[in-house]
């Protein structure tokens, strides 16, 4: 399965627009790229998947160029609640194991 | 709908006993895997299971085991605790079917402590 690198941690402001970038540069071709969230002592939460381009729902919209090397997660007007671990994954379709990293440790600052 | 439920929800054992941890998928998914998170930590993959067989094994010892009922719940087994072992415990679902790239779905996990 395809490593992926991302930021340890990350510091916003409330009602800002937060960026998470996410490295995976062995993405095998069926791969789809997908971010969890995860509060402490809660299960990941899924937020987002997609596969190329820009995919977008009510919570987040996730970024794909078009060499798919790389994704962003983009989480707009950041309330405190928001503060979290977000770990990028690609691969892990149902039928295959997720791996995970570190994630990214996002605090934001009333 | 009702998500990922798992029991117990909190559970403290000693070293040396063993601990069965369960796990019902939402409703119509076919798949459940397991998952250790220490603290600091990603979770850490032990075992898939599709249509009552295990479809994957991550880098854990023979002390650990699953299974899946026909309803799709599963257990996972832990023999011989460890301190070590003390993790939350995690189980995620997915509806699995063709080619799709359905996402799992977590519960809130059990929350082992070893004595």
């Known amino acids: 399965l395809a490593k992926t690198t991302q930021p340890i941690s990350m510091d916003s402001y409330e009602g800002q627009e937060v960026n998470i970038t996410c490295s995976h540069n062995?993405?095998?071709?069926?791969?789809?790229i997908t971010w969890y969230q995860q509060f402490p002592s809660q299960g990941p939460r899924f937020i987002i998947q997609g596969y190329k381009t820009k995919v977008t729902n009510e919570v987040a919209s996730l970024f794909i160029p078009a060499d798919r090397k790389s994704s962003t997660l983009s989480l707009p007007r950041v309330s405190l609640s928001d503060t979290a671990v977000y770990y990028c994954l690609v691969g892990g379709s149902g039928n295959t194991p997720l791996v995970f990293g570190k994630g990214t440790r996002l605090s934001v600052i009333a | 709908d009702a998500g990922v439920t798992q029991s117990p929800t909190h559970l403290i054992k000693t070293r040396g006993q063993h601990v069965t941890l369960r796990c019902s998928p939402i409703s119509g998914h076919k798949s459940v895997s397991w998952y250790q998170q220490v603290l600091g930590q990603g979770p850490q993959f032990i075992f898939q299971y599709y249509e009552k067989e295990e479809r994957g094994r991550g880098n854990f010892p023979d002390r650990f085991s699953a299974r899946q009922f026909p309803n799709y719940s599963s257990e996972l087994n832990v023999n011989a605790l460890l301190l070590g072992d003390s993790a939350l415990y995690l189980c995620?679902?997915?509806?699995?079917?063709?080619?799709?790239?359905?996402?799992?779905?977590f519960g809130d996990g059990t929350r082992l402590s070893i004595l």
């Open positions: 062995n993405i095998a071709t069926n791969d789809y």
């Open positions: 995620a679902s997915s509806l699995v079917g063709g080619d799709s790239n359905q996402p799992q779905h």
